[in-house]
């Protein structure tokens, strides 16, 4: 008979699949996650109000030029030194589903999978039908100082790379329901064993905290009236943790023969996984800002720009702050990117780790890009503007992890409306795509493409004074993926599911402009110049 009709063949039963073997396999299952204590997202775009409100900055000639178009500094239009600060409230929102459907057990005695029992009729369990995190940061700051003298300037940017405070998955992870249900089906489809699962319950929780500080020195020079150069030393400093807890895990099994006949309660172990990461990172921009209308006159209102970045090899050291597992979860080897190097004399009794003491250093090295900039006046009052980047995420080591990516690309456009010389209105569009191969996009880092949307303005206080307001929305393309994902501890099993993924994110934000020195109109070489910023 079938278990769905909870009439099971008389079997003698074997209860050696416990607590232990169902967190080895949940390990095994996490192992490509583990290897995510750091978000994959790059460095992130959004520095600037400027960038808010027009998604569109790398033919910048402003101070945020700074971050997104140094050699344009070269053209700003009066000397003197201007100081830009911006702040930014971000908001992230990130859900998905699991839907395991299927095992295939080579144990089962069945030719092919056999459904999962969460998918039963008969199934009481209580896991999450949606994971779900949420993340407001209410100050996200970016900075800028620039001196610009004639046909030279000099700039210092400080901007957060990257961030997740406190980003935490109260539901736990779609990853850990697998590995929990996994390691009971292991033993409970074997053809030795005629019982069934009713339910399963557990409290997990997963917490992501990173702060990637960036400060970039540089300068810009115009070589001619038409071209200039620019470049920057970025320095960064990272600080990160990853903390994956699991408690109170119990399952209800039902056992139709023998003296253990009817309904019974097992419980799971509970488990702590901490880690911490330090490091700093180095990276070099190269740029250069072309503005044609000297060569060419009927080109008046254009221009161009290019910018490379290349960051050198960048390591994090890991520090565990707590590592407790069964042990034959830590000598499967699939929980050794959480050690740092160090020996445990206390795990597993006093006995130490069986699968070595992992490694100090996590590979987390930025990708190449190459950036480019297109904008055009075409009247007085309105400006076309086009951006695009190319990462290369294939081309640096990440031990391996590089192979789950293609290049990633973004591509995007804007219009400035200038109302008067006080006022600016501006929209913009940005697609990105990260480049992640579909079958490698995970809980733990989704990688969405996405589509955003910004608008906002700018007004000119006086001739030394610039306020910027602006807001985005940035909406995130669903995605699913199926997997079929193979784990042997004791029997070897198939495990069929599909993962669903979603994102949604919105900035609202303010900065502010001020220049000091320097002369008022008429008084600087270029002050005489129409400039539409």
Same mark, same amino acid.
């Given at each position: 008979m079938k278990k769905e009709d909870i009439i099971m063949p008389n079997f003698i039963k074997k209860r050696f699949f416990m607590a232990g073997i169902s967190l080895a396999l949940l390990l095994q299952g996490m192992a490509g996650n583990a290897s995510k204590l750091n978000q994959e997202d790059?460095?992130?775009?959004?520095?600037?109000?400027?960038?808010?409100r027009s998604l569109n900055r790398n033919t910048s000639i402003d101070p945020d030029a700074a971050f997104y178009n140094p050699a344009g500094l070269a053209f700003m239009a009066r000397n003197g030194l201007y100081i830009n600060f911006s702040s930014q409230t971000y908001h992230v929102e990130k859900t998905h589903t699991m839907n395991y459907y299927a095992i295939d057990n080579e144990n089962s005695g069945l030719m092919g999978p056999e459904p999962t029992m969460n998918t039963l009729p008969s199934w009481k369990g209580n896991l999450p039908d949606e994971y779900g995190?949420?993340?407001?940061?209410?100050v996200l700051p970016g900075f800028d100082v620039v001196w610009k003298q004639d046909n030279?300037?000099?700039?210092?940017?400080?901007?957060v790379m990257q961030a997740a405070t406190d980003m935490t998955f109260g539901d736990g992870l779609a990853v850990l329901d697998w590995g929990i249900l996994l390691g009971k089906y292991t033993g409970l489809t074997n053809a030795s064993n005629d019982n069934v699962m009713y339910q399963c319950s557990r409290d997990a929780e997963a917490v992501r905290n990173e702060m990637y500080i960036g400060a970039t020195?540089? /300068?810009?020079?115009?070589?001619?009236?038409?071209?200039?150069?620019g470049g920057g030393f970025r320095v960064i400093y990272a600080t990160g943790n990853m903390s994956v807890k699991v408690t109170d895990t119990s399952y209800i099994i039902y056992d139709p023969v023998g003296a253990g006949t009817g309904l019974s309660q097992e419980d799971g172990d509970d488990w702590d996984i901490d880690t911490d990461t330090k490091g700093i990172g180095y990276g070099i921009i190269l740029g250069t800002h072309f503005r044609p209308e000297a060569l060419v006159p009927a080109l008046k209102g254009l221009d161009a720009a290019l910018r490379l970045e290349y960051y050198l090899p960048m390591e994090l050291k890991k520090k565990t702050n707590s590592l407790m597992a069964p042990a034959t979860v830590e000598s499967s080897g699939n929980i050794d990117i959480f050690k740092d190097g160090t020996s445990n004399h206390d795990f597993? /009794?006093?006995?130490?780790?069986?699968?070595g003491n992992g490694t100090k250093n996590l590979k987390v090295t930025y990708a190449p890009t190459v950036n480019l900039g297109l904008s055009y006046l075409l009247f007085d009052w309105l400006k076309l503007l086009s951006s695009a980047q190319v990462s290369f995420r294939q081309l640096r080591d990440l031990d391996g992890r590089e192979k789950d990516y293609n290049m990633g690309f973004q591509a995007g456009g804007g219009v400035e409306f200038i109302l008067s010389p006080q006022i600016t209105l501006s929209t913009g569009y940005l697609y990105n795509d990260f480049g992640i191969k579909p079958e490698k996009r995970d809980e733990a880092d989704m990688l969405l493409s996405s589509h955003t949307i910004g608008a906002g303005a700018k007004f000119s206080v006086n001739e030394r004074l610039d306020i910027n307001i602006g807001a985005f929305y940035q909406y995130f393309q669903e995605a699913t993926t199926y997997y079929v994902l193979y784990v042997k501890v004791t029997d070897g099993t198939n495990s069929y599911m599909n993962k669903t993924f979603k994102e949604s994110r919105y900035s609202v934000s303010i900065g502010v402009t001020y220049r000091m020195f320097g002369g008022d109109s008429g008084t600087d070489s270029e002050a005489g110049k129409k400039t539409i910023f």
């Open positions: 790059g460095v992130m775009t959004n520095h600037s109000t400027e960038y808010v995190a949420r993340l407001t940061a209410p030279w300037a000099a700039y210092l940017d400080i901007a020195l540089g /300068g810009a020079y115009k070589l001619l009236n038409w071209l200039s150069a597993n /009794g006093g006995t130490g780790y069986a699968h």
